[in-house]
């Protein structure tokens, strides 16, 4: 039986600070008087909250002033440069890390050029990244609030577990206990699109949206669902695997262990494989293993005979994806983001085409703002989500 919620003095202290602290963050300068009257909140309550965050350092006083019925007010900002977070991302073939500022400015980044195919020793790489990163001279004097982690499949947020990830080999992966212990700082572990989400709301094409998706489309296929300005992580962490779609009745009746149906067509990994699979009896067999997403595009650009029919039934295949999600959601934004689309931008137009018109209402579909560091901010915004204790609150209506 679910138990009605209610909302404590404490709670509701912490709700009021979220959005002092976030109208601050967008904001900025600001006065504490004009704070009260945007948030239609008592400007006591107001001066309390920040007290608070400038005691924390979250928040700084400007030298200049505001004068008003005679009266000076001193403007406020966010105090956003003296505190970094370690962002990871593990979502591709390789590890990237970088070391940001809560204003979304990247201080130093670190491409890991390798990946193991065993867990363990793909733990002892993403530990030397986070030394490095740590060591870097450019957190001198700054304040590290914690490590945000963005592994790729399903993940348990609130425990820090990677309940499995292919590409990285693990399965039921205590991340948050074993970086906590080694590095004594606050880690949150999360899977990479969602953190991918996370950051263009904040930082990227998301901004100022209440309702939208990022679809990633690289080595598989998977969706960030922002809600209500929240992350939509459904029953067990596992929305957003959009690649598990059926994009036809063919793909009944089978099972979809580690690779999804619509992955399997509209991927990377699924056009390489279709790509191999024409070119069979043309190239050596090495020739074939060799070959890249950048030369496909090559060829399809060229207009190779081959190339071509792979291109369309791609784009067939991602938009039925996006359509599906349109429907089941309807937001008011659908970002694209990953290599395929990072490698192909061209692509974009020819998927809107596919898709206006087979859903009642056709959001804006844009290319991701942040590319490849889309994981990294999201794991700023999610480090500072959870130690300044963030509230989303919705109002039934």
């Known amino acids: 039986m679910t138990e009605s919620l209610t909302i404590t003095a404490t709670e509701m202290r912490s709700i009021n600070r979220t959005a002092v602290l976030d ?38 006083p400007l030298s200049d002033t505001q004068w008003s019925g005679g009266r000076r007010r001193t403007l406020l900002e966010f105090n956003s440069e003296e505190h970094v977070v370690i962002g990871i991302d593990l979502s591709g073939t390789h590890m990237f890390g970088a070391i940001a500022d809560f204003g979304g400015n990247i201080l130093e980044e670190v491409d890991f050029g390798h990946r193991s195919r065993e867990g363990e020793e793909n733990y002892s790489f993403l530990v030397e990244l ?104 459904g029953a067990h962490e ?34 390489i494989a279709r790509a191999r699979y024409a070119l069979q009896g043309t ?25 071509k029919p792979i291109l369309e039934e791609t784009l067939d295949y991602l938009a039925m994806g996006i359509s599906s999600v349109i429907a089941y959601f309807d937001p008011e934004l659908i970002i694209l983001g990953g290599d395929l689309i990072r490698s192909a931008d061209w692509l974009l137009e020819p998927v809107i085409q596919r898709v206006v018109g087979t859903v009642p209402y056709c959001p804006r579909i844009v290319s991701s703002g942040l590319g490849s560091r889309a994981v990294v901010m999201g794991a700023v915004t999610h480090v500072l989500h959870n130690s300044a204790d963030f509230y989303t609150v919705t109002k039934l209506s």
Do not use: C
């Open 23 to 60: 109208l601050l963050r967008r904001e900025s300068p600001i006065s504490r008087a004009l704070i009260a009257r945007r948030l239609n909140v008592s400007l006591p309550t107001v001066m309390r909250i920040v007290d608070e965050l400038l005691k924390e350092g979250l928040v700084q």
């Open 283 to 307: 190239r050596s067999a090495s020739a074939l293993e060799e070959l890249t997403l950048e030369d496909f595009f090559k060829a399809a650009r060229g207009g190779e005979g081959w190339a």
């Open 130 to 233: 986070i030394e490095q990163l740590l060591a870097s001279p450019k957190t001198a004097g700054k304040k590290v609030w914690g490590i945000g982690v963005g592994a790729a499949g399903v993940t348990l947020h609130k425990e820090g577990m990677v309940v499995w990830s292919h590409s990285l080999n693990w399965r039921d992966y205590p991340l948050r206990e074993k970086l906590s212990v080694r590095f004594g700082l606050p880690v949150m572990v999360d899977n990479d699109v969602n953190l991918a989400a996370l950051g263009e709301l904040w930082y990227g094409a998301g901004q100022n949206m209440h309702d939208m998706v990022l679809l990633v489309v690289g080595t598989g296929i998977g969706a960030g669902i922002i809600i209500n300005g929240a992350l939509y992580r």
């Open 238 to 271: 596992a929305s957003g695997e959009v690649g598990y779609l059926l994009p036809g009745r063919e793909f009944l009746s089978k099972r979809y262990e580690n690779f999804g149906a619509l992955e399997s067509q509209a991927s990377v990994t699924g056009i």
